[in-house]
């Protein structure tokens, strides 16, 4: 029935919305359209993406698949030096392989294997969700047969390209072998720490038996490691391996493949207990070698062992050779054969790796004392946590004064030096150079604890939490050789720092190379790493490195040992002085050298004694002389800093004036701009003589001086006059006292002794005396005949009078002398000249005496008369 309107204009209006309805539904079918379309182009263009990426994958190759192209090794210069793969395979056919092995890992990489054609949506789904509920890494989401294609064919670069070449690659492999071949050709190419392939080999090198009498425990725990070999290696992580086995057996239950039961007995084997000790190593590039191969498979996911790479190298043959020899030789006297050391020598520059000493006599794939040691650094930490940060941050001079005295950590524990003494007010230069540890805490407290990590951080030095302790090496777990050396190469390379690599380029079977040198990190200002340098370049000339010395070579370093703690004092028994570990980290403008030494275990002996602390400072000198020869390069002071010459004491620092003596001034480094400007007026006079004193003897004729001055490195003229005659210098001399012989009885003598150094002089310190006259004396008591006739006397009296003036004016002609001589060479130390002295008092021969000369002089030597003392008036 058709709808009745009242009126037009209703009709009208009933329409018109009529009309609107049909234009929504029209907007709708837009939507859906237009994203129908991008829909039907993201496929289009995907799979014209992915047909691009598929058509450029590599072709399938058996050798690879199966693990048959080793891959070759050269050294720096581009010679051959190894062949990786090839001779550390077993190959087993997959019915040679017991079934408790591919059930293990088939559980834990793949466990739809025999139902997926190589993709496995089901198991990526699944593997997102199994991370979720136990943890990342729990599963995987790369099926085994990407996992071999991976192996065989592809870099680890994350891109959409490798990924869509992997799951192309994946279904071809499918469609061309069975599923049994290619889990064949997966088990028997997998990589082991070693540089072992395949789970027989693997079978052999770990377990040392046969692959068919392998357990349980066994199985998974080769099923594990391969997630992360490195990490899971028993040898050297036995704690992370046994977790990683446990996970391995747990997917096992819940798969199907054992009850839990099995599972249980197996979690409660040991890791190490079924662990054989690895084969001595025949190639003397092994360590590095393995290090190198370990590289390339964590940068690029490839494995060397069968992916027929060309892998150069940063290797110095020459250098691997020699630290061989250092370790293996006789060259160093080892005290026992329990003594382990590793070193890693790396250019200063770039980083490169250029030998690995991984320790003595080590074995096949065993620990690597150089790259894998994680021990606390000692006092090695220190110019990274404490006096680096310093600098970089608070501008620090090498002469910033600081205060070795009785000290507590924040928490009120107190820290001790290693001698236990303190020694006042020093600079850091002194403190770092002595290894003091009060002067390195205090450092670290005024820079911050976060500052001084991500300082340390930057040198490739990761430290989850930092605490107080850290200040002086006690950390938590421990750094590497190679860390360290790594860390100390940016001091010398201007604050730039490059994370040490072993491998610069590889270049694949199809010709495409791969660049894996690390890019270069600003870790500090050039200020910091040269006023560093210079204060570690202290260290070895006159510190406790003094025994990693070389001469003519531009050597920076630092000691480094670490002590005991209580419970282990209690176990080892060490003996006084003894350390846990020892370190000497050092370098020139050319090559970098970390040696650490110790013991790892041994039930005999578990410290070095101080003896043996010498050890590592010899393998470094030893070092750095071999692959130094004929270097006389010095490290370049930048712009950013000034040297000033400063008064030793001065604090603040003040500049040296032209007065300050020699010995006094130190030479420093300051950041530019933050320099002193004031000039020390300390020694613009010297202080006075004190405590004067006048002595004469009666027997002797003699009158003694002596005095007391507040510094040693002055001399001191002594003068003096008779009966207020004019004064005359007697003599300039280094001790403290003086004899004048032959004085004339009733006469009144006035000395004066005043401090010289240079053209520096003092006022003078001031004292006379009486000399008591012949009647004042009981001449009836003497004998007749010594009484001289008035003659005699008369002539006597005058013959002093015409000496006192002669030898006056020879004093003043010797005194023009020794100032003729010192502007001739005043660089030259002055001997005060003496040639008056008297010779029966040990000063010298004796002069020429004029007739009436008073003033026959002597140094005070004593001549066993007795003295009496007359007072004297001081001035």
Do not use: C
């Amino acid at each position: 029935m058709s709808q009745q309107y009242k009126s037009r204009e209703e009709r009208r209006k009933a329409l018109a919305s009529k009309k609107k309805k049909p234009k929504k539904k029209g907007i709708a079918r837009k939507i859906v359209f237009f994203i129908l379309l991008l829909g039907l182009v993201g496929i289009i263009g995907g799979t014209s993406t992915f047909a691009y990426f598929a058509a450029t994958a590599p072709p399938l190759n058996d050798d690879l698949l199966k693990g048959n192209m080793s891959s070759k090794v050269y050294d720096k210069d581009g010679n051959e030096i190894g062949e990786v793969g090839s001779e550390k395979r077993t190959y087993v056919k997959i019915d040679e392989i017991p079934q408790v092995v591919k059930d293990a890992f088939i559980a834990t990489e793949d466990v739809r294997f025999y139902k997926h054609n190589g993709i496995d949506p089901i198991r990526i789904g699944g593997a997102v969700i199994a991370n979720f509920k136990e943890g990342f890494g729990s599963e995987g989401a790369s099926t085994i047969t990407q996992q071999l294609v991976k192996l065989s064919f592809l870099s680890l670069d994350k891109t959409v390209k490798r990924k869509a070449q992997e799951a192309w690659l994946a279904l071809q492999v499918e469609q061309k072998y069975s599923k049994d071949e290619i889990l064949e050709m997966y088990l028997n190419r997998i990589y082991y720490p070693g540089n072992y392939y395949g789970v027989a080999r693997a079978t052999e090198a770990f377990f040392g038996k046969d692959l068919k009498d392998i357990t349980l425990s066994e199985a998974a725990m080769l099923a594990g490691m391969i997630k992360n070999p490195d990490l899971y290696n028993p040898r050297k992580n036995p704690d992370l391996a046994e977790k990683r086995r446990n996970v391995v057996l747990n997917l096992m239950v819940k798969n199907g493949f054992i009850s839990e039961e099995e599972a249980a007995k197996a979690k409660q084997t040991s890791i190490t207990e079924s662990l054989v000790e690895p084969k001595q190593q025949q190639n003397k590039y092994h360590a590095f070698i393995e290090h190198a191969i370990e590289e390339v498979r964590k940068k690029l996911g490839v494995d060397p062992s069968s992916a027929g790479l060309k892998i150069y190298t940063t290797i110095d043959t020459d250098a691997q050779e020699y630290v061989e020899q250092l370790l293996n030789g006789d060259e160093i006297s080892y005290p026992s054969k329990y003594f382990q050391a590793g070193i890693a020598l790396i250019d200063t520059t770039t980083g490169e790796i250029r030998a690995i000493g991984g320790g003595r006599n080590q074995p096949i794939g065993g620990f690597n004392y150089a790259v894998d040691l994680k021990r606390q650094p000692g006092s090695t930490i220190k110019p990274i946590l404490d006096y680096g940060p310093a600098i970089e941050h608070l501008k620090w001079s090498t002469y910033h004064q600081i205060v070795d005295e009785p000290y507590t950590y924040s928490n009120g524990k107190p820290i001790n030096n290693y001698d236990r003494s303190y020694k006042g007010q020093m600079s850091i230069r002194e403190a770092l150079a002595d290894s003091r540890n009060i002067p390195a805490l205090k450092a670290f407290q005024e820079v911050g604890e976060s500052r001084a990590k991500a300082f340390a951080e930057k040198l490739g030095i990761k430290i989850d939490k930092i605490t107080e302790a850290y200040a002086i090496g006690g950390f938590e777990h421990g750094i590497s050789p190679l860390q360290l050396a790594g860390a100390y190469s940016a001091f010398g390379n201007n604050g730039i720092y490059n994370e040490p690599y072993s491998v610069t380029k590889v270049v694949f079977v199809d010709g495409t190379k791969a660049d894996l040198t690390p890019d270069p990190v600003e870790a500090m200002s050039d200020y910091t790493a040269f006023m560093i340098t210079d204060m570690l370049k202290t260290v070895v000339e006159r510190g406790t490195g003094t025994r990693a010395r070389v001469p003519g070579l531009n050597i920076a370093g630092k000691t480094g040992s670490t002590n005991f703690t209580e419970q282990e004092k209690a176990k080892y028994h060490p003996e006084r002085g003894a350390a846990k570990d020892n370190w000497f980290v050092g370098y020139t403008p050319k090559y970098t050298a970390a040696v650490w030494t110790g013991y790892e275990k041994n039930e005999e002996k578990m410290y070095i004694t101080k003896r043996e602390q010498q050890i590592a400072r010899d393998i470094f000198r030893k070092l750095m002389r071999h692959v130094s020869d004929g270097d006389s390069s010095d490290f370049k002071q930048p712009k950013s800093v000034v040297k000033k010459a400063i008064e030793k004491g001065s604090n603040p620092a003040k500049l040296a004036s032209k007065y300050t003596p020699k010995n006094m001034i130190t030479y420093e480094y300051f950041v530019r701009g933050e320099e002193p400007t004031k000039v020390s007026t300390k020694y613009e006079k010297l202080d006075k003589p004190s405590g004067l004193s006048i002595n004469y003897d009666q027997k002797t004729n003699a009158v003694k001086l002596s005095w007391n001055h507040s510094e040693s490195d002055v001399s001191f003229e002594v003068s003096a006059s008779i009966d207020n005659a004019a004064s005359k210098v007697l003599t300039t001399t280094k001790d403290k006292s003086y004899v004048l012989s032959n004085v004339k009885p009733g006469s009144v003598y006035k000395f004066s002794v005043t401090a010289v150094r240079d053209s520096m002089r003092s006022d003078p310190a001031s004292a006379m005396i009486e000399i008591p006259s012949v009647e004042e004396e009981e001449q009836e008591e003497l004998p007749d005949e010594l009484t001289p006739p008035p003659e005699q006397e008369q002539n006597e009296g005058q013959d002093e009078e015409d000496q006192l003036e002669n030898e006056n004016d020879n004093e003043q002609n010797n005194g023009q002398n020794e100032e003729e001589n010192q502007n001739e060479n005043p660089e030259q130390p002055q001997t005060p000249n003496d040639s008056t002295q008297n010779g029966n008092q040990g000063g010298g021969p004796t002069p020429p005496q004029d007739p009436g000369n008073n003033f026959n002089r002597s140094q005070t030597g004593g001549n066993g008369n007795s003295q009496t003392e007359t007072p004297a008036v001081q001035q």
